[in-house]
């Protein structure tokens, strides 16, 4: 076998343990769970900032905001599924040699599933996601008409943070998310991942 | 009372008186008269009458010991003269240079099984002048077959050889025109003028090579003559020095020299460090990748005969050659002293006029007058108009080309002369001229009215008719040029290719830049460029902009990583005229 076989059959490895230990964490959480169940339906939105791990793109369009609205259905003893849009992220700049008029766009859909521990009043949680990630680069010159950066990529995502309930079923959210969003649409690969750092407010629906 | 015998003195008397008077005009008539004084003809050098004679036939084997294809010719100028030339010392020059680090090389050739040595040695200096601005391929095969004197292609030559082809306009040749060794075409398009070579003389001691350094470093290349002998050669170290051995005459290219190289690399340590390095013909597989190193206390190298930078025009410019020396400078004549006259009579074929003279001069330091008389009467070179006067010196020798200061207007029919009055100092043979010599040069023709030599100027001999035909054949070495001024490309071209970054993506720049060729005598209008695809056949070339004549530089953006252009610019002038050339890739 050559080394690229290897490193396939290395890769694989990695994956199967990580999806194991995910499964086992969320069979952990629903099997015990040392909290009052959590709401039927949940509606919220995250603001906040986020940074990009490509330090060039960091160079020329920087670290921007970010918004996540979304939506979380309560399965079972704390545990949830939800999907959101995160938008926000939207640059404009001068680049390259003769400082030509520029702009960067990344939005995304995502769907989770997630894990929240209600103690009294704060509750931490726990998600993991799949996202679907547009990017789009647009370049005010007649030169590189020939390249189009307006892609997608879909990618993992976890998330972890704590709600606050200061009155029934509203509550105040931080967390802290991380997407790794590695994209090559043509020879240079770009880091577009990064963290995402939020705050918000959202209403649990009790049905 | 008158004696006698008076009558008989008075007759006697008288006759001695006749007689006398007689004997002191005939006398006096051959010394001073009009009568023009023979030349006398520049004897020629030992080697040339040795191969002439077919006394030596081991020195001018067509293959080396090794079985190497050779192919030089001795010149027939004696250059003893130079035997006692003062070390010239030019402290400038570095103590190691190499024409392959420079660019200014083209690649190693492969002259076969051929004595054609000395075309690809000529080609190579030639190749090496015009580069890296332009990339030239000249066709040794047209050289060799087209060089006019008495043998075949593959029978060997001389730079004195090479030189009359390329003055007289027979080339250079694209070798895609006339390819080594198979010619396919009758009709050849000359794609270069060369009016100037420039004659470096024969090395009068080991040491004395600044000459040959700073010519190198000046033009190019530099062809050299050798004697060549395994024996003497060490192919471990590519390290070559003949002391002792007169045998396989061979033409090459000095491309560089190290002072510094080291002694004990040669078979044989010569007395000192130091070396030529040398370009040979023999393609890549033999020395170091083609390239070898001579001693500079080897005995033959570049001693012997002339070596030559040659150098060329674009053939945008000039469009009318006059002459009559197609074979060039075979001999050389003289009156005795280092200062002679000698002219030639044309009849002007069109209204282009004359802009330019050229000739040889062989001495170390020569001055020249040069003067133009048009209308001028039959055999009477300095009769008509003085049109033209010009003076100057040139401090080597060589094949040069004078540009007149002023263009003489001529309509077709015209009779007129080019006479110079040179001085050779040191050398009593100052007329350079076209000789018939058996078994060498003796397609050489002429005809009265044509050329004409002269003592002082004032009383001149036509070679055609004089001296009882002995140089009924011979023309002096005189052209003249009409037309217009040379028309040439742009100079310092130069790529360099500029990543754009977009981070996703990298926009790929060439940026070229170039300057106004300031020998340009006529206004530059504009420039135009051209791209092809690399590799691409020069038909592929598309015009891709005209520009501003003030504006020098270009950025061919939107290319990819893989995307690769040779460019070429041209300069038009105010006469509609564009100019060969100038090209460069990545």
């Known amino acids: 076998m050559n080394w690229e076989g290897k490193v396939s059959l290395q890769r694989s490895a990695i994956k199967e343990k990580t999806m194991k230990k995910v499964i086992f964490l969320l069979t952990f959480l629903i099997l015990f769970p040392a909290g009052q169940y959590a709401s039927d339906l949940e509606v919220g939105a995250i603001f906040g900032s986020r940074t990009v791990n490509d330090s060039e793109i960091k160079n020329t369009y920087g670290n921007g ?143 | 009372m008158m004696n006698k015998h008076f009558p008989l003195k008075f007759i006697f008397f008288s006759f001695l008186v006749i007689s006398t008077v007689l004997a002191a005009a005939i006398f006096t008539s051959s010394i001073f008269g009009d009568k023009e004084e023979r030349p006398i003809l520049s004897p020629p050098s030992e080697e040339f009458i040795k191969y002439l004679e077919k006394l030596e036939p081991q020195k001018w084997p067509k293959y080396s010991d090794d079985g190497y294809p050779l192919g030089l010719i001795p010149s027939p100028h004696d250059l003893s003269y130079f035997k006692d030339l003062p070390t010239v010392k030019i402290e400038a020059l570095p103590a190691s240079y190499d024409l392959r680090t420079t660019g200014k090389l083209t690649p190693i050739r492969n002259q076969g099984r051929c004595g054609s040595c000395w075309a690809f040695a000529t080609y190579s200096s030639l190749e090496s002048f015009l580069r890296p601005s332009e990339n030239w391929d000249f066709s040794e095969q047209n050289l060799i077959d087209h060089h006019g004197f008495d043998w075949g292609p593959c029978e060997g030559g001389n730079t004195d050889i090479s030189t009359a082809y390329l003055a007289r306009w027979s080339g250079p040749i694209h070798e895609e025109d006339d390819p080594y060794i198979y010619a396919t075409l009758n009709e050849f398009t000359v794609r270069k003028h060369v009016q100037d070579v420039i004659f470096i003389p024969p090395r009068s001691s080991s040491l004395n090579n600044d000459l040959l350094k700073q010519a190198v470093m000046t033009y190019g290349a530099v062809y050299a003559s050798m004697y060549y002998k395994s024996t003497y050669y060490n192919s471990s170290t590519y390290a070559y020095y003949n002391w002792s051995e007169k045998v396989g005459a061979h033409g090459v290219d000095i491309i560089g020299w190290d002072d510094n190289f080291d002694k004990n690399k040669f078979t044989t340590p010569p007395p000192g460090n130091g070396a030529f390095i040398v370009k040979n013909s023999w393609g890549m597989n033999w020395g170091e990748s083609g390239y070898f190193y001579v001693s500079y206390y080897d005995e033959f190298f570049a001693r012997r005969e002339f070596s030559a930078a040659f150098k060329a025009e674009p053939a945008v410019g000039y469009t009318i050659i006059y002459q009559y020396d197609p074979l060039g400078w075979v001999t050389s004549l003289g009156y005795g002293s280092d200062t002679g006259w000698f002219s030639n009579i044309f009849t002007a074929t069109a209204f282009d006029p004359l802009l330019a003279v050229s000739f040889y001069a062989a001495g170390s330091l020569n001055t020249y007058e040069i003067y133009i008389y048009t209308d001028v009467n039959p055999d009477q070179p300095r009769s008509g108009t003085l049109a033209n006067l010009e003076s100057g010196s040139l401090n080597s020798p060589g094949y040069y080309t004078i540009p007149l200061k002023v263009g003489i207007a001529l309509r077709p029919g015209q009779k007129f002369s080019v006479i110079v009055k040179q001085k050779t100092t040191n050398y009593n043979y100052p007329i350079p001229f076209e000789y018939p010599l058996k078994d060498y040069s003796s397609q050489a023709t002429a005809h009265a009215g044509e050329s004409f030599i002269s003592s002082n100027g004032n009383t001149w001999s036509d070679l055609h008719t004089s001296w009882s035909g002995q140089y009924a054949n011979s023309n002096v070495c005189l052209k003249a040029f009409a037309g217009l001024p040379p028309l040439y490309p742009p100079t310092n071209f130069v790529l360099q290719r500029l990543e754009n970054n977009f981070i996703f993506f990298k926009e790929y720049i060439d940026n070229l830049s170039w300057e106004a060729n300031p020998k340009n005598r006529t206004k530059i209008l504009k420039y135009k460029f051209y791209r092809k695809t690399k590799g691409a056949a020069d038909l592929a070339y598309q015009l891709v902009s005209e520009l501003a004549a003030n504006v020098f530089v270009s950025y061919q953006r939107g290319l990819k990583k893989d995307q690769f252009y040779t460019y070429r610019i041209t300069a038009v002038d105010e006469l509609g005229r564009e100019s060969e050339p100038s090209e460069i890739g990545n």
């Open chain 1, 65 to 207: 905001t970010f918004f996540f609205p979304y939506l979380a259905l309560n399965l079972w003893k704390g545990l949830f599924v939800g999907a959101g849009y995160e938008g926000g992220y939207s640059k404009e700049t001068k680049i390259g040699l003769y400082e030509e008029s520029s702009t960067l766009k990344v939005i995304g859909i995502e769907f989770f599933i997630g894990y929240e521990l209600k103690i009294k009043v704060i509750s931490p949680f726990i998600k993991v996601g799949y996202g679907s990630f547009s990017y789009k680069q647009t370049i005010q010159s007649l030169y590189v008409k020939d390249y189009k950066v307006d892609d997608k990529k879909t990618t993992l995502t976890i998330d972890g943070g704590v709600k606050f309930y200061p009155v029934k079923n509203l509550f105040l959210a931080a967390e802290v998310k991380y997407v790794p969003l590695k994209v090559k649409p043509y020879e240079e690969e770009v880091d577009l991942g990064g963290l995402r750092y939020g705050g918000g407010i959202g209403f649990a629906f009790n049905f």
